[in-house]
């Protein structure tokens, strides 16, 4: 049976009509995820479910431990992950209430941790092609059949918040040729992409950042009220994604390890090949 996360961000903190449900408590070399995993079965798939921010929206961007959230996905046997992300528009043609699937990410965060690596263990992925070209694909298609407006494509700033952004900087992204903007999927889906586990977006459009002339200013208010209308849709477009994702994986993700280790084999301390066990076992033996 495939095992797919989903990580739920703003407005999304459960994912109900799964059947067998039961919440787990996951312990990691880096301390607790955001919240218990909630893991059950829908469909043909199993289930793993996270709140990015917890239940109750207590864990502001900055200080969400990625590291945590995607280990355990991981530990769960996760092979998957849609991210479900609210967004801002950076684009007059992605409008509030739009999906985006972005197929690339512009890391403009400022002090998180963006790697299971270093303390002896040194290895660089690629970030070329950030996100899996399956999944995204897969969930286009599913985001058209539900009946969004979806946009194939397009990079995702991802900023440090928990302030939205001057107005200036604002244009300054508009000019750099970024699609929507974010707080939360840098570094989730480069720690995806060092656990090999596949991951694409779900992007909400909720507003338009704070650049449009016509639409007000992004404020908090606004963004929940338009979420609240969008949640339905996304939980639909899940449910139509997993029946398309297969139980075996070909993409670049599955084997994104396989050529990045710059350490020798022999130089790595055996406190490193505890702590990265589950991520490195295949590479070291
Ligand atoms: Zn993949």
Redesign the pocket.
């Known amino acids: 049976m495939k095992t797919v996360g989903v990580i739920g961000g703003s407005g999304l903190y459960e994912l109900k009509g799964l059947r067998d449900v039961r919440s787990v408590k996951v312990e990691t070399p880096w301390g607790d995820p955001s919240d218990n995993f909630v893991v059950g079965v829908l469909g043909d798939a199993k289930m793993v479910f996270l709140p990015r921010h917890g239940r109750g929206h207590r864990i502001m961007p900055s200080e969400i431990n990625f590291r945590a959230n995607i280990y355990g996905m991981k530990k769960l046997g996760v092979e998957w992950i849609i991210s479900v992300s609210a967004v801002g528009s950076m684009k007059e043609e992605i409008a509030p209430g739009h999906v985006v699937i972005p197929s690339q990410f512009f890391d403009h965060t400022k002090r998180r941790i963006s790697t299971f690596f270093g303390d002896g263990i040194v290895a660089h992925v690629s970030m070329a092609d950030p996100v899996?070209p399956?999944?995204s694909q897969a969930l286009y298609k599913a985001s058209k059949k539900s009946g969004a407006v979806a946009h194939d494509g397009g990079v995702y700033i991802c900023i440090e918040g928990p302030q939205f952004s001057s107005r200036g900087e604002s244009n300054i992204y508009r000019q750099w040729g970024v699609d929507i903007i974010g707080m939360t999927n840098m570094p989730e889906a480069k720690l995806a992409r060092e656990g090999e586990i596949?991951y694409a977006t779900l992007a909400l459009s909720t507003d338009y950042d704070c650049w449009h002339e016509v639409h007000d200013d992004v404020n908090v208010d606004d963004v929940i009220m338009t979420l609240t209308k969008n949640v339905e849709l996304a939980k639909r477009i899940i449910k139509e994604v997993i029946t398309t994702i297969s139980d075996k994986?070909s993409?670049?993700?599955?084997n994104a390890l396989e050529n990045a280790f710059i350490t020798s084999k022999d130089a790595i301390s055996d406190e490193a090949k505890r702590r990265l066990n589950i991520l490195i076992e295949r590479y070291i033996r």
């Open positions: 899996c399956v999944l596949c994986r993409c670049i993700c599955s």
